[in-house]
């Protein structure tokens, strides 16, 4: 089984799409052999209300509710955000929080966000953070300028010290040795996509495996803005080169997600 941590539907700003509905994406998934899908709406991250892109989100994915997973996105510092997040999770059924603190113009390690962090910790539900949505040397002007640093994602998991956070779409063999020095000692732990680890130097995922142990490396794709079969090559190049067993792949592939989804 394949499941995808990292999916997204919906608009997105800064060019056309091919694929942007939900069933554009059960399609790319049929493809290439994606059993279930985390996927959130890029509406949801641009609109002024959050909510209403989540909303339009359940509605989108109600059809397809047995492969597509739903995460919310919630701004900390708009009104209501609490309310909002508890009726996410406790009344519509979502399994995971996204923030996009660059894209919405807060500080992940400031004190409504971490309020939030905290409550994601109390619901049992992950907090994934995309560091960025698209490579910034091809980005729009007004699209966000850098990804969130290391330190500042530091900050906010010590202030909330039992929430599981999720990585993705940055080189993360080079965050987890930042973070997972400083971060060892949290009961809520960090996981990491392998989404933009580097392709072309394998070694980077070997790096990224020992920074973080097997547990903690799950499988992103960054669908529909990035490119998918980038990332079954290297879960190809463990298999076939870095003597990686099978059960360790498959911990990858779906192992570990369902274990911090509780699917």
Do not use: W
């Not at 909510?51 to 739903?70: A, D, F, Q, S």
């Not at 966000?113 to 907090?127: G, H, M, N, Q, W």
Request: overall charge negative.
């Amino acid at each position: 089984m394949v499941i995808d941590v990292n999916a997204y539907i919906g608009h997105y700003p800064f060019r056309k799409l091919r694929y942007k509905t939900a069933a554009d994406l059960i399609g790319l998934m049929d493809r290439y052999g994606i059993d279930k899908s985390c996927v959130g709406s890029f509406n949801a991250v641009y609109y002024k209300d959050c909510m209403e892109g989540n909303l339009e989100l359940l509605e989108e994915i109600m059809p397809h509710k047995e492969r597509l997973i739903p995460f919310c996105v919630i701004n900390p510092e708009y009104n209501g955000a609490r309310e909002d997040f508890i009726k996410c999770v406790n009344e519509l059924g979502f399994k995971g929080l996204r923030l996009f603190p660059m894209q919405q113009g807060y500080r992940l390690s400031g004190g409504d966000s971490v309020a939030i962090l905290k409550l994601a910790a109390e619901l049992k539900i992950p907090v994934h953070i995309p560091l960025l949505l698209e490579d910034l040397r091809g980005s729009h002007p007004l699209d966000v300028f850098s990804p969130i640093a290391a330190d500042e994602i530091i900050r906010a998991a010590l202030k909330s010290p039992e929430t599981d956070f999720i990585l993705s779409n940055e080189y993360l063999q080079y965050y987890s040795q930042e973070i997972e020095p400083v971060c060892t000692n949290r009961s809520g732990k960090f996981y990491y996509d392998i989404c933009r680890v580097d392709c072309l130097n394998f070694s980077s995922l070997n790096e990224l495996i020992k920074n973080a142990g097997i547990d903690r490396v799950v499988f992103g794709s960054g669908a529909v803005l990035q490119n998918i079969p980038v990332q079954f090559v290297k879960l190809h190049y463990l298999e076939k080169t870095a003597d990686a067993a099978a059960d360790e792949i498959e911990k990858i592939k779906s192992g570990n997600v369902v274990k911090l989804l509780n699917l």
